[in-house]
């Protein structure tokens, strides 16, 4: 089998928390009283994952192609976002072949929503829900996820020509 060419990409996002939207991560309500403030929706782990396949076809920012203060992106789904990048990159020849991440928060607990996660982001990317992998994890009450302030999101995505 030929060798592909492949690239691995790096993002991170974080959001701080608010009592005027609903909490969405991975493209899921989850049930909190509190959710994340953004010009979209702030799905901090949509988000990073976007971040990680721009980074690998060295294609820029997620603000550079959906720009904060932009009235087209306000409130808009991140898994929008998600299908538009994909495209991006399929255009340019890549596909991605996993994500890994991490969703960094002390609550809400997330366990019993990552298999809709993981199989919300297979959909959208067109790849089996093998190649997700997403981990709750907590901050050990350090900082400001410890202190309740907001949610981090972490993601290495490995690209391929396609």
């Known amino acids: 089998m030929p ?9 991170y996002d974080v959001h701080p928390f608010s009592t005027e939207r609903k909490l969405v991560l991975g493209g899921q309500d989850i049930p ?6 953004g010009w979209s929706d ?12 721009l980074g690998a076809a060295a294609m ?21 976002l998600l299908r538009e990048t994909t495209d991006k990159l399929y255009a340019r020849g890549w596909r991605v072949n ?14 019993e929503y ?26 050990g009450r350090l900082g400001f996820i410890g202190r309740g302030e907001g949610i981090a999101a972490y993601a290495v995505v490995l690209i391929e020509s396609k």
């Open 114 to 139: 990552i298999e809709a996660m993981r199989r919300a982001i297979s959909h959208i990317l067109n790849i089996d829900v093998d190649q997700v992998s997403i981990k709750p994890k907590t901050s």
């Open 3 to 11: 060798d592909k060419k492949q690239r691995v990409g790096m993002g």
């Open 32 to 37: 909190f009283h509190k959710g994340l403030s």
């Open 98 to 111: 996993n994500i890994d991440a991490t969703i960094v928060t002390e609550a809400p607990r997330l366990t």
């Open 60 to 80: 820029g920012d997620i603000g550079q192609h959906f720009p904060p203060g932009d009235p087209t992106y306000k409130d808009i789904s991140s898994m929008v």
């Open 42 to 53: 702030a799905d901090a782990l949509i988000h990073a994952v976007i971040e990680a396949m």
